[in-house]
């Protein structure tokens, strides 16, 4: 498809060549005297490359760049000025026009300068369709993280979305197990179909099964109307069964059989209902466990269990904790209209450090916090809620990158020892500074630098 270039000019001579060579060059173009309905044009159509003059009654060509660059910043602006406006022209370029002319130009000026800018139009405009297809490839849901763990679990989204086999995500609590079923949805090509997702946790065994299965007019007290269960509400697209683990024993069968059947009926109801669907599990229990404790069916465990997408604990990808935190930090900022800087790096420490028991939708929480209760433009350790500042959780998560099986005296032997090089170096070699920031008698330093064999200088 030929480029569409606008040009405005309030010259009728002007327009007419420019249309003439352009048009010659195999440019589809419009060419426009007024400027107040050119930028109604814009509104209606794609325009590659616009091409306007200066100097016109009404609108100038400075107020039509403004606007382009407000409303259509990827289209990029000629600016036609008359000769002896250089000053014009450069105003032009510092808000933001791609090029400018004068006025009278060559051909070959003219046809150089629009090639570079259409160039310019096409590789701006690859950019954006790049940037809204990674947006799009999990619907809104944006995936923050950079950890072996979270690819891996990407990648397994990535295989298992096309598919319409039954996944089943595990984790702790708030490790982004409903986002990553809101990603295989939106991944696959059930994308434009409904969503449903169902907590099993939140309803009564009764009220469960009727949500989940509908159920007719009459079939029990209070059901007055038919009501079509989450499984219909579904078709066509992905069932989220969240809380997976809290089902009772009787629907855990009626689930069964949905899963090896693919139909169901509603409460009360007689007639087999079929229905397509992908279903998505979690849970936060170790289901395994609970099958072997028989409080969940081994042959439902094994339906669901087809493809599992297990979610490390924030503690075990704590590389992605800055990305997280950063994240958090840009989103409740926006939402309070705050604008901040980052963390001091004491700061960061400290949130890198910590246990995170309630993993990310904590960390998203205290982020939360932290927004509405900074007061500087950067958050520091004092912006921290005490939990996280709690010291044993420090030497917790220290100890928790140290081997499993090692001999104590030797294990506090080394950390002595690093310590004492840390302390050191952090003095500058000073022994009076290195003992005093460890707490120790200079004598004593000595004799622990002689101990370990550590240059002390
Ligand atoms: N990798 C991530 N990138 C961005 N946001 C995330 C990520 N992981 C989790 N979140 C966010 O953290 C919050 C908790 O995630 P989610 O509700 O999916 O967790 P969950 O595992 O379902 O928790 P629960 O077991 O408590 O129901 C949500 O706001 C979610 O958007
Ligand atoms: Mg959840």
């Known amino acids: 498809m030929?480029?569409?270039?606008?040009?405005?000019?309030?010259?009728q001579n002007y327009l007419l060549i420019l249309d003439a060579l352009l048009s010659d060059k195999g440019y589809s173009v419009t060419a426009l005297n007024d400027p107040e309905t050119a930028l109604e044009f814009l509104e209606e159509s794609e325009v590659d490359v616009v091409i306007t003059d200066m100097k016109m009654p009404k609108l100038t060509g400075r107020d039509v760049l403004e606007r382009v660059r407000k409303h259509y910043p990827h289209i990029p602006v000629l600016i036609m000025t008359a000769f002896g406006s250089i000053e014009a022209a450069v105003e032009a370029m510092r808000i933001g026009a791609f090029d400018y002319i004068t006025k009278p130009f060559s051909n070959d000026e003219l046809l150089l300068s629009v090639t570079k800018a259409v160039q310019f139009a096409a590789t701006s405009r690859q950019n954006r369709l790049l940037r809204e297809t990674l947006a799009d490839r999990y619907g809104l849901h944006k995936i923050i993280g950079k950890s072996r763990a979270i690819r891996k679990v990407l990648e397994m989204v990535d295989r298992a979305a096309p598919t319409?086999?039954?996944?089943?995500?595990?984790?702790?609590?708030?490790?982004?197990k409903e986002l990553i079923a809101k990603a295989l949805h939106f991944a696959s090509p059930r994308k434009d179909e409904s969503f449903v997702s169902i907590n099993c946790m939140a309803f009564n065994p009764g009220v469960l099964e009727s949500e989940l299965f509908g159920h007719e007019k009459g079939s029990f007290t209070g059901a007055v109307a038919q009501k079509r269960g989450r499984f219909e509400l579904a078709h066509g697209g992905t069932l989220f069964l969240d809380e997976i683990g809290e089902?009772?024993?009787?629907?855990?069968?009626?689930?069964?059989?949905?899963?090896?059947?693919?139909?169901?009926?509603?409460?009360?109801?007689?007639?087999p209902i079929e229905v397509d669907i992908r279903i998505v599990a979690a849970t936060n229990k170790d289901l395994q466990k609970a099958v072997a404790e028989g409080a969940f069916r081994e042959d439902?465990?094994?339906?669901?269990?087809?493809?599992?997408?297990?979610?490390?604990?924030?503690?075990?990808?704590?590389?992605?904790?800055?990305?997280?935190?950063?994240?958090?930090?840009?989103?409740?900022?926006?939402?309070?209209?705050?604008?901040?800087?980052?963390?001091?790096?004491?700061?960061l420490e400290y949130l890198t450090a910590y246990e995170w028991p309630g993993n990310v939708r904590q960390l998203e929480n205290v982020m939360e916090r932290c927004v509405v209760l900074?007061?500087?433009?950067?958050?520091?350790?004092?912006?921290?809620?005490?939990?996280?500042?709690?010291?044993?959780?420090?030497?917790?998560?220290?100890?928790?990158?140290?081997?499993?099986?090692?001999?104590?005296?030797?294990?506090?032997?080394?950390?002595?020892?690093?310590?004492?090089?840390?302390?050191?170096?952090?003095?500058?070699?000073?022994?009076?500074?290195?003992?005093?920031?460890?707490?120790l008698s200079k004598s004593n330093l000595q004799y622990k630098l002689k101990k370990y064999g550590i240059a002390g200088h």
């Open 2 to 11: 030929a480029e569409h270039i606008l040009i405005i000019d309030d010259e």
């Open 374 to 439: 900074a007061d500087k433009d950067v958050v520091g350790v004092e912006d921290l809620p005490p939990e996280i500042k709690d010291e044993e959780a420090q030497y917790k998560s220290a100890v928790d990158m140290l081997p499993e099986r090692l001999d104590l005296t030797q294990t506090l032997e080394k950390i002595e020892a690093a310590l004492i090089r840390r302390a050191l170096v952090k003095s500058e070699f000073v022994q009076t500074k290195a003992a005093d920031m460890l707490g």
């Open 164 to 176: 319409k086999s039954t996944v089943l995500i595990t984790g702790e609590s708030g490790t982004g």
């Open 247 to 271: 089902l009772s024993h009787d629907l855990q069968v009626k689930l069964l059989r949905v899963l090896q059947e693919r139909s169901f009926e509603r409460v009360g109801g007689a007639k």
């Open 300 to 347: 439902l465990y094994y339906r669901l269990n087809v493809v599992q997408i297990e979610l490390p604990p924030l503690r075990e990808r704590r590389e992605d904790i800055p990305l997280l935190a950063a994240h958090f930090l840009d989103t409740y900022a926006k939402h309070n209209e705050k604008h901040f800087k980052g963390f001091t790096p004491d700061a």
